[in-house]
């Protein structure tokens, strides 16, 4: 019963992802008892879910990485250039073994609800086990792709083959051989599962809606010598990451597009595919902002396409168009468009062609009819940015629910407190940089400010902190801004909330860059004037 159990300690974090590690780390490190709450069965977070055959970081696992201990970056050695996901999990594991951080944490455990107490000036966090957690601070590092969302299909529980969802995969091996396997979802998670399986399945017919522009990773091994160059240079990488928009090592331009002449932006647009994925954002300033030169570089990426796909139907169908080019996640494959070429990859259009109508025991039915599958894999993504915390029953000050709080909308000051909660902190939360730059290093940086707002708290002798509601509007003002230069506005995506139906739609994340965001919040750290403190109590009563 809750209750039963009431622990009290100083910090509470959820999750135990790259985000909470860290906070786990940090808040000790400063003398800090922590208490860590986890639904997975161990450390990793979306690494520790997200299983699936072929799954694998789009970011350099050189960038990909705790920057906060040269220990571990001369321990740890990456493999190669984008490492898998059993890569991660093993770094994930190999840095809570190192810093022994599992001590803290309670596994296989949910927060379900967490309330402030304005008399004690503690947050209390009650668990699906029915524990209860008392502590002054309380860090949500429940990340931004935790929540998995089925797709809004009827018919979900008749199927009678094997289903399975990528975002929760199973930790046993699973066999695709001589199956007739269905997919649907060609974001990210399904090109990377749909590029894997199709090499493995007996017949795989992949039921895609919106075509994504994916681009050559190029993946390779780092051989020693590359390995031992980045070791020796890790202090001047992790410096150029903070100042870099992406929050990663490769350089960014700000050439716009049309200042070179047709065949130069055409060699350029060349070199890019060469060098894969990413350096197309690196090779060009403005290809967020100037819908032209995006048309550009995406009627490029489209005729890739064509003269890598055989069948001109398929090939046509894979074209993405009506959105601009990188304002859904660019999808990074190893062969992706090549798959098609495959005599047993069947491409379903479920945009120009086909619906789909109802998934059945046997299958799926479209309107051209029933496919009889064995096994059925979802790759549909997630409730992003705020599910996880709305997924919590979150009470602030006065009884106000953060769901009531946010109902259109997540309104925070920073990504990183939100008015009305107070000691609560977000890591990677929304209104921040999230999904546009690399997760580790925000987290780092965001635990890094919690940590400076902390001391500053304790230093004064303050109890409680909150962002005034006038920061948190003027903050989300300048988010509002940014976003409507923005083509990211532009594609319906879960970075705009349109993946769930009922979400309050809209890009309220922060698109200034990594250096920007830090620069903001290192400003509000000179005196936190956007923020409101309230004095220690005398004593908490009985
Ligand atoms: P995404 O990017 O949200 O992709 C989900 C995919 O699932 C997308 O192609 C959707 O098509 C498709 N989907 C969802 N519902 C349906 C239905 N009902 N019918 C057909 N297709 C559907 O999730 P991912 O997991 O791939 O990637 C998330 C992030 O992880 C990624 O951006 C990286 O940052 C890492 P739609 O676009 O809605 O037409």
């Not at 190029?218 to 051989?223: D, M, T």
Request: with cysteine.
């Amino acid at each position: 019963n809750a209750g039963d159990t009431i622990s009290k300690c100083d910090v509470i974090v959820v999750g135990a992802g790259f985000g909470g590690m860290y906070a786990v780390y940090k808040f000790r490190e400063m003398g800090k008892s922590v208490i860590g709450v986890e639904g997975g069965g161990d450390v990793g977070g979306v690494w520790y879910w997200n299983r699936y055959p072929g799954a694998r970081c789009d970011l350099m696992s050189v960038d990909y990485s705790y920057g906060f201990s040269p220990e571990i970056e001369q321990e740890w050695t990456w493999s190669e250039q984008f490492a898998a996901q059993p890569e991660i999990l093993a770094y994930a594991n190999f840095v809570a073994d190192r810093l022994k951080l599992r001590d803290h944490y309670r596994f296989n455990t949910r927060v379900v609800s967490a309330e402030w107490n304005e008399k004690t000036s503690k947050w209390r966090a009650t668990t699906d086990a029915g524990d209860v957690i008392e502590a002054p601070y309380c860090i949500m590092s429940t990340g931004p792709l935790s929540i998995p969302k089925d797709p809004d299909i009827p018919g979900i529980d008749a199927f009678k083959g094997e289903l399975l969802r990528a975002q929760i995969w199973p930790h046993e091996p699973v066999s695709f051989e001589g199956k007739r396997v269905g997919v649907i979802g060609t974001g990210s998670t399904g090109i990377q599962i749909i590029q894997e399986v199709g090499r493995q399945a007996g017949e795989l017919y992949v039921f895609q809606r919106t075509p994504s522009f994916t681009l050559p990773m190029r993946n390779r091994a780092l051989e020693p010598e590359y390995v031992v160059e980045m070791k020796r240079h890790y202090r001047s990488l992790r410096e150029a990451m903070r100042n870099n928009p992406t929050g990663g090592t490769r350089p960014v331009s700000s050439r716009p597009f049309f200042s070179l002449p047709p065949d130069q932006r055409k060699e350029a647009m060349e070199q890019a595919w060469i060098n894969g994925g990413h350096t197309f954002l690196g090779s060009f300033g403005d290809l967020m902002i100037n819908e032209e030169a995006n048309e550009q570089v995406a009627e490029f990426v489209r005729s890739k396409i064509g003269d890598v796909v055989e069948d001109p139907a398929t090939a046509e169908a894979l074209k993405p168009r009506g959105y601009p080019i990188f304002a859904r996640r660019p999808c990074l494959d190893t062969g992706y468009y090549e798959t098609y070429n495959l005599p047993n990859v069947h491409l379903v259009d479920c945009l120009n062609g086909e619906e789909i109508i109802e998934i059945t025991e046997k299958g799926v039915r479209t309107s051209a009819g029933e496919y009889e599958l064995d096994m059925l894999i979802f790759a549909t993504g997630y409730d992003a940015l705020t599910g996880a915390l709305m997924a919590i029953d979150v009470t602030g000050r006065d009884g106000v629910k953060i769901k009531d709080k946010w109902a259109s909308g997540s309104r925070t000051h920073l990504g990183l407190m939100t008015e009305g909660f107070p000691n609560m902190f977000m890591t990677c939360g929304p209104n921040g940089p999230a999904a546009l730059a690399n997760i580790i290093t925000i987290s780092e940086h965001d635990v890094d400010w919690i940590a400076d707002l902390m001391s500053h708290m304790e230093a004064n002798g303050y109890s409680a902190a909150e962002p005034t509601l006038a920061a948190e509007d003027g903050w989300m003002d300048l988010v509002a801004a940014l976003a409507s230069r923005s083509l990211v506005r532009k594609a319906k995506t879960w970075w705009v909330g349109a993946n769930v139906k009922g979400k309050p739609q809209g890009l309220t994340m922060y698109t200034g860059g990594f250096a920007n965001y830090r620069a903001e919040c290192a400003k509000e750290a000179i005196d936190y004037a956007g923020f409101r403190f309230d004095m220690e109590q005398v004593a908490e009563p009985a």
